[in-house]
């Protein structure tokens, strides 16, 4: 995943699994000699993200690494907080993940091509990925399902994206960051409901009662994301016409999401 001289970015939200991917990429970067920079984003979830944020800077400083935050306010124009209030004013409805989602990506893409990254490394654990692939399923997004896997390359303006932790289960993680006595941040976000909390706890039953699953889930897909060649997304980048940023399309997500709540800046 990681050649020596790259300059890797991590997102770190303060939790589990990203301090964990922080300390073992500083570690590993030490010896195999590649740069590590952390960026967090902070999306304005008040009373959750801001105590996040503080533990993850409490980290970076305790081993000397970079750290750059992006904030959703200063880069949208309002908190992720601020959304949700402005669409139930505008009876709009609003699912709190997508926003976070699609604009969390778009600002941890900028920031890492900002600070000159070769790689961005996200702390998805194998409980995360296999959500997501279930989740997909469900929807049938074939698109999202294609960029799911340990290295993701995209293409002209996108970093190239990979999971270190994919095949490990959340709960070692977890182990793992208590035997380091990491300092993480636990609290669970006041927006997660919904399907992935669902299927969160099905796979969680599924695990228990037929241990493996999880692992094996991830597998099948793999093998069948590879005979399907499922790998290769076409589409032509161009610049998006509001903010400039790579994408798909004439206009791209972040600015659709905000256009509807009438967030554009002029
Ligand atoms: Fe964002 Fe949803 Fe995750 Fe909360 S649960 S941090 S709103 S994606
Ligand atoms: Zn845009």
């Not at 590993?28 to 999306?43: P, Q």
């Not at 081993?63 to 709009?92: N, P, S």
């Not at 490990?168 to 300092?183: G, M």
Request: charged share 30%.
């Amino acid at each position: 995943m990681i050649s020596p001289g790259e300059r890797v970015a991590v997102a770190v939200s303060g939790g589990k699994d990203s301090v964990t991917l922080l300390h073992l990429l500083a570690e590993l970067g030490e010896m195999k000699k590649f740069e590590v920079v952390a960026i967090s984003i902070d999306e304005g979830i008040r009373g959750y993200r801001d105590r996040s944020i503080r533990v993850a800077k409490e980290n970076t400083n305790s081993i000397g690494i970079e750290h750059v935050t992006g904030e959703f306010e200063r880069y949208f124009g309002e908190t992720l907080d601020g959304m949700v209030r402005l669409a139930k004013r505008k009876k709009m409805s609003l699912y709190p993940c997508t926003y976070c989602g699609v604009m969390r990506r778009y600002l941890l893409n900028k920031l890492a091509r900002e600070v000159g990254a070769t790689k961005l490394a996200t702390a998805h654990n194998l409980d995360d990925e296999v959500q997501a692939i279930m989740l997909n399923y469900i929807r049938g997004d074939l698109s999202r399902l294609q960029r799911l896997g340990p290295v993701y390359f995209s293409r002209e303006g996108f970093v190239p994206r990979i999971k270190p932790l994919r095949e490990i289960p959340e709960k070692e993680v977890a182990v793992y960051a208590l035997l380091r006595k990491f300092k993480v941040h636990l609290a669970k976000c006041p927006y997660a409901t919904g399907i992935h909390t669902e299927i969160r706890d099905f796979l969680n039953g599924l695990e228990a009662r037929h241990p493996n699953s999880k692992f094996m889930i991830l597998r099948t897909f793999d093998s069948v994301k590879a005979r399907l060649s499922l790998h290769s997304e076409e589409f032509e980048t161009r610049s998006c016409k509001i903010c400039g940023e790579p994408t798909s399309s004439d206009v791209c997500k972040s600015c659709k999401l905000l256009g509807e709540l009438g967030l554009l800046r002029p």
